[in-house]
């Protein structure tokens, strides 16, 4: 919620909850910026365990090969919009290599 808040105060399209497949496999991207071709992913608690984990590498790994990159944020972290949007324009600025 916070995410797609911050992400139209910043006016940067996006698609929530977008499907994409790469070749059998389907994947639900949490936001999706056209823009920038980057996912942007609001990781939850369940994403620490060390096969989770090990399935976003692989996940993100396909995303990349096909030309998007992944930013993760930390739900834990996300308190407010001013905050979400400080880390979505850092995270899209430090995968594109813009940092």
């Not at 006016?11 to 929530?16: L, Q």
């Not at 991207?29 to 090990?54: M, N, W």
Request: charged letters at 25%; hydrophobic letters at 40%; a positive charge.
């Amino acid at each position: 919620m916070v995410l797609g808040l911050a992400l139209r105060e910043l006016e940067i399209r996006y698609r929530s909850q977008w499907a994409m497949r790469f070749g059998t496999k389907w994947y639900i991207l949490d936001y999706y910026l056209p823009t920038f071709h980057v996912c942007l992913e609001a990781d939850g608690i369940s994403h620490r365990s060390a096969r989770k984990q090990a399935y976003d590498r692989l996940r993100d790994k396909r995303l990349s090969d096909a030309g998007i990159d992944t930013v993760r944020i930390d739900n834990e972290v996300l308190h407010n919009v001013m905050q979400a949007m400080y880390l979505i324009t850092s995270g899209i600025k430090k995968v594109k290599g813009w940092a």
